[in-house]
């Protein structure tokens, strides 16, 4: 018998956005480096200072990326190179048990709430 999972779908983690789209932007995401994997919707995001490009959001760092300024909208993969992609970037209420973290943040409380700060500062509610 074949098991089916369900996840979040393109924007399945908003509870409310801005009228219009206001919310969103299209964006460059990171791809084609040697570790680079399939980032799914809702997986929270950081900015590269350099180039501005938008990779998934470590805990730490010193590239930008380690402060989350933003959600993706729906899959990519940017295993073969940089892709263009929607994003949440502001005005917006996301459930927080439907996003999806880096490695290093994981399901550490602390750091999960110290990403759900970040968001806040750019106008992105996590809701619990």
Do not use: C
């Not at 206001?22 to 994997?37: C, E, L, N, Y």
């Not at 938008?54 to 933003?70: E, F, L």
């Not at 459930?95 to 106008?123: C, E, N």
């Amino acid at each position: 018998m074949t098991s089916l999972t369900n996840r979040i779908r393109a924007g399945g983690f908003i509870q409310s956005e801005a009228n219009f789209a206001r919310s969103r932007d299209q964006v460059i995401i990171h791809g084609g480096f040697t570790g680079a994997a399939v980032l799914l919707a809702g997986t929270v995001l950081g900015k590269i200072t350099s180039g501005g490009k938008y990779t998934i959001s470590p805990d730490t760092g010193s590239d930008g990326s380690q402060t989350a300024v933003a959600i993706l909208w729906d899959d990519v993969d940017p295993t073969l190179g940089d892709v263009v992609a929607a994003v949440v970037s502001r005005d917006a209420e996301v459930r927080g048990a439907d996003l999806a973290f880096d490695s290093s943040v994981g399901t550490d409380s602390t750091k999960r709430a110290a990403k759900a700060t970040q968001l806040a500062a750019v106008g992105i509610i996590v809701r619990s």
